[in-house]
């Protein structure tokens, strides 16, 4: 790797999806322009949503398969391992942990979100799964027959646990709640889950709340009083922090925890962008807020680039997410929150639902399980009956399950 130049025409500081996008469009845009992507991480730029997929249920474990190529394709200059600790938007600049520095023209936050841990425990059988790091120091673990308690019911645990099934690994779902996926999915999907995850011979163990993890020659969990998991390895579900250190220090505005842009994805720091999981931005049909899903990533990090080499464009993008369980997948847009009131539309052989989540009558959110290529309908359900074209009672027919 080379030093630091003096100064690029764009710093682009963290190297993950949102960053390959952001290197991708400045490029496009300019063949001349300087690009340096400064990451933490060790390793190029990944397709991260891989590291709990595919890398476990498709033919290729190696998470070389998901490099982005960032920096051979863009010909920017990739610094790996680099951790930037200030962003000085008044004088163009940022330090590194190793005392280096350099200038820029433009600069973009994407330093996207860390894993949760839990606390005063540091064994190397107790991990998360955020970084390519995690991944293959799980596969290490994820031996045929060792213990594995997943902990954590929600998006990630869920899809870690489907996962480790594949290695021979006996596999436990630990979570605080009462049903898995229970603040997201209606009663019919959560208990077909659990349903789908005995069958696959996973224990789920419900309502416990993590208290402490004793490191002996076994792991020993702890939930009140009486109850306790054995181990041979944990893997913590526990949900992921945005990393907005840098923008706070540098005095960008923050709220909601995450850092306000305006429709061009600046900060309010005009030099500075932001994107991906740290950017607090205006969803043009559900409003102010922030998401941590890779097709944003992608596409406000292709948004962000190209205003930063001056297109001028507003990000108008409502982002889907996706996931995948077993034979289940889903794809979703907007909120998908439990609480809200959800009306289910299932096809025949009750194998695909299409569920709406209202409030006040208006839809805030389209889940589309075992029903594909319908992304965009969803939108337009959304949109409709956000501007009171579409009644509740109407929505069933809008989009077919299936
Ligand atoms: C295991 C897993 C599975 C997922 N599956 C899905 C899925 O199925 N569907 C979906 O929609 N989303 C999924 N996601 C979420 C999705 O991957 C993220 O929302 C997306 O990757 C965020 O991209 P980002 O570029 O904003 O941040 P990240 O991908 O988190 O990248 C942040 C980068 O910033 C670097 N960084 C942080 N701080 C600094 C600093 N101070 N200096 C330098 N570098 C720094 C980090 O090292 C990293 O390179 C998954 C995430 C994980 C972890």
């Known amino acids: 790797m080379t030093n630091l130049e003096a100064r690029y025409d764009h710093v682009i500081i963290g190297g993950g999806v949102a960053a390959d996008s952001a290197a991708r469009a400045i490029r496009a845009a300019s063949a001349e322009a300087t690009i340096a992507i400064l990451s933490a991480d060790p390793h190029?730029?990944?397709?991260r949503p891989a590291l709990s997929k595919d890398l476990w249920t498709g033919d290729d474990p190696d998470p070389a398969s998901q490099d982005l190529h960032t920096a051979e394709e863009t010909g920017a200059s990739l610094f790996t391992s680099t951790l930037v600790t200030e962003l000085l938007p008044n004088s163009h600049s940022v330090i590194t942990a190793r005392g280096n520095h350099t200038r820029f023209g433009k600069a973009l936050l994407v330093t996207g979100s860390s894993a949760r841990h839990f606390p005063d425990v540091h064994d190397d059988r107790v991990v998360c799964l955020r970084t390519v790091g995690d991944y293959r120091h799980l596969r290490g673990l994820a031996q045929e027959g060792a213990r594995i308690v997943v902990v954590g019911g929600g998006y990630i645990g869920t899809e870690i646990a489907a996962s480790l099934t594949r290695t021979g690994a006996r596999v436990t779902l630990a979570h605080s709640g009462r049903h898995l996926l229970e603040h997201m999915f209606p009663a019919s999907l959560t208990a077909h889950l659990e349903q789908t995850f005995a069958e696959h011979g996973v224990t789920v163990v419900p309502g416990f709340r993590l208290m402490g993890i004793a490191t002996g020659q076994e792991l020993a969990l702890h939930a009140g009083a009486a109850e306790s998991l054995h181990a041979d390895a944990v893997v913590l579900g526990l949900g992921a922090e945005l990393n907005t250190t840098l923008a706070e220090h540098g005095g960008l505005d923050l709220e909601h925890g995450a850092v306000v842009v305006d429709p061009y994805l600046r900060t309010s720091s005009p030099d500075v962008f932001a994107a991906g999981d740290v950017a607090l931005f205006d969803d043009p049909l559900l409003g102010l807020r922030h998401v941590e899903h890779?097709?944003?990533?992608?596409?406000?990090?292709?948004?962000?680039?190209?205003?930063?080499?001056?297109?001028?464009?507003?990000?108008?993008?409502?982002?889907l997410f996706f996931s995948d369980l077993f034979d289940d997948g889903y794809e979703a847009v907007g909120r998908l929150d439990a609480s809200l009131e959800m009306r289910e539309v299932w096809n025949q052989d009750r194998t695909a639902t299409v569920v709406h989540y209202l409030e006040d009558g208006r839809v805030e959110g389209v889940l589309l399980w075992n029903t594909w290529d319908s992304v965009d309908r969803a939108r337009d359900v959304i949109a409709a009956s956000q501007n009171g074209d579409l009644a509740a009672e109407d929505l069933d027919g809008r989009i077919t399950p299936g």
Not at 44 to 47: A, G, H, I, L, T
Not at 300 to 311: R, V
């Open 44 to 47: 190029e730029p990944v397709y």
């Open 294 to 319: 890779v097709d944003h990533a992608q596409a406000s990090g292709a948004a962000a680039g190209k205003n930063m080499a001056g297109a001028g464009e507003v990000y108008e993008h409502t982002p």
